[in-house]
């Protein structure tokens, strides 16, 4: 569609391209940035359930098995 009104307002083609071509650049830039923003709330779930309890066995572990010591 571009080309055909371009064609008939006498603009060159590689222009017409070439702000085509910057158009979707932007486009695709812009998606990219959306999904970028969505990683954060994705990542928080895996995280809570998966790696902090692990980190929390690994940090507390040592301290619970002195602690039981100290008691018994």
């Known amino acids: 569609m571009a080309l055909n009104q371009g064609e ?17 650049r932007d486009k695709r830039r812009q998606r990219a940035e959306q999904k970028a923003a969505t990683i954060p709330v994705k990542v928080v779930f895996p995280m809570v359930l998966c790696i902090l309890p692990v980190l929390f066995i690994v940090i507390l572990g040592p301290a619970a098995f002195q602690i039981m010591e100290a008691i018994g």
């Open 8 to 24: 008939r307002h006498g603009l060159p083609i590689a222009q017409i391209l070439r702000v085509q071509a910057a158009e979707l």
